[in-house]
């Protein structure tokens, strides 16, 4: 083989197997999107002293089913250093609590989870945020209900969301 040959040769074969590489590149960025689903939590909190109870239900309301999620709880006031979290939550910093919800079916409600923490101090009243951190790969294009503020008195009473 003559060396311009060689040359034509070796182009042709690069440019073949960049072709395939560009292709493969361009088929896996058309690949499916990802799922949509409409994450939103439920529930009640209520406040005694230095303790504070929420306990609310994860739901998803489609189109897609969704494996996990992560709903993130945000307090006004700092939670006290030492906590009893449940097995599926875990201390983020000195006011916030993530948790899993577990898999959650289309239009369906997921477990219902019992977050109860104990404050630094004892305020008369404390905030919690609650949202969306986490949707297990979906995504949530409706954000109107990704995020609830709910304001508790320290009155033992249930204030729900």
């Not at 074969?13 to 560009?22: D, E, H, M, T, Y």
């Not at 109107?144 to 320290?154: G, I, R």
């Amino acid at each position: 083989m003559s060396d311009v040959r060689m040359w034509a040769w070796m182009w042709g074969v690069a440019g073949a197997l960049g072709g395939v590489a560009l292709g493969a590149g361009v088929a896996g960025a058309a690949a499916d999107p990802a799922p949509e689903a409409d994450l939103v939590f439920h529930g009640t909190a209520v406040m005694n002293g230095d303790q504070v109870e929420v306990r609310l239900t994860p739901r998803d309301n489609g189109p897609a089913a969704v494996p996990d999620a992560t709903v993130r709880l945000r307090w006004s006031v700092d939670l006290a250093d030492a906590q009893q979290l449940p097995a599926r939550c875990a201390r983020e910093d000195a006011r916030t609590v993530v948790c899993g919800t577990g898999a959650l079916d289309v239009k369906g409600a997921g477990r219902q989870l019992d977050v109860p923490v104990r404050l630094k101090e004892k305020p008369s009243q404390v905030t919690v945020e609650i949202g969306t951190v986490w949707g297990g790969g979906a995504v949530d294009k409706d954000h109107t209900n990704d995020a609830l503020n709910v304001l508790v008195l320290d009155t033992g009473d249930a204030y729900a969301f």
